[in-house]
């Protein structure tokens, strides 16, 4: 089955070019204009993929995002013309898998669609896994398939398929060292982001998901010039 792209953004030429360019390499690709179409979309049936521009005629792009994200999950790459390292950050912080900054090149967008849809059927193939489905450590529960944590007194969080992606790394390796490098998601390239690797960001977003104190992590610790641990044993279960 084809995977299913909305990309909301209101250049047509843009749009014209993205959905020709992503049709060839065999995705379902619909444009939107505004936010609201996008919104009428997404409820009528969710995509794969959300491609969002920052900036749009009538609301944030973003707003788009955290209003859709209560009901539903999807890959999201943030589309921006901003060249700011904050605006970048920003979009990573608030659940971007990804961003793509105009202009940009055709093969950099088909990059990073395709790392954050592999991405997602990971962990869709991780959740089909009977053995690595639900995974404790801790106080949490990490619900792979659902992309939640849930504490022991009750308390859900929901997470972003790059949150996710991230802790299954750790949950499959508990104890051990891993390097920002081996940690480093696919098409993410800390070059074009000197200043805060995404790595380093979504780490930020887990801990003040999980940790009593994200200042002084317990669970995600960084062990400095080499990486990050997950300094809890982990147990597997089945999801109910």
């Not at 979009?91 to 395709?114: H, M, Q, S, T």
């Not at 960084?222 to 990486?227: F, I, K, S």
């Amino acid at each position: 089955m084809k995977k299913r792209i909305y990309l909301v953004e209101d250049e047509l030429d843009i749009c014209h070019m993205v959905r020709g360019l992503l049709e060839t390499y065999g995705y379902d690709v619909a444009t939107f204009q505004t936010g609201r179409d996008g919104r009428a979309a997404i409820r009528r049936e969710a995509p794969d993929l959300l491609i969002v521009d920052l900036v749009l005629p009538d609301m944030n792009g973003l707003d788009l995002v955290r209003e859709m994200w209560s009901d539903v999950r999807f890959g999201l790459i943030v589309l921006t013309g901003r060249t700011e390292v904050s605006d970048r950050v920003l979009g990573l912080e608030l659940g971007a898998d990804d961003y793509v900054i105009k202009p940009f090149e055709p093969r950099e967008l088909v990059a990073r669609v395709g790392a954050v849809l592999r991405r997602h059927d990971q962990l869709l193939s991780a959740a089909r896994d009977a053995d690595l489905s639900r995974a404790t450590f801790g106080p949490w529960t990490f619900d792979v398939g659902n992309l939640t944590l849930t504490r022991d007194d009750g308390r859900v969080e929901n997470l972003t398929a790059a949150e996710a992606a991230l802790l299954l790394m750790f949950a499959r390796a508990p104890n051990r060292v891993l390097s920002r490098e081996r940690l480093q998601t696919d098409g993410d390239d800390a070059d074009d982001f000197p200043y805060e690797r995404s790595i380093d960001v979504r780490i930020s977003r887990l801990r003040k998901k999980i940790e009593v104190d994200p200042r002084k992590p317990q669970l995600i610790k960084t062990v400095y010039g080499a990486g990050y641990v997950l300094a809890k044993d982990v147990t597997w279960s089945r999801a109910r």
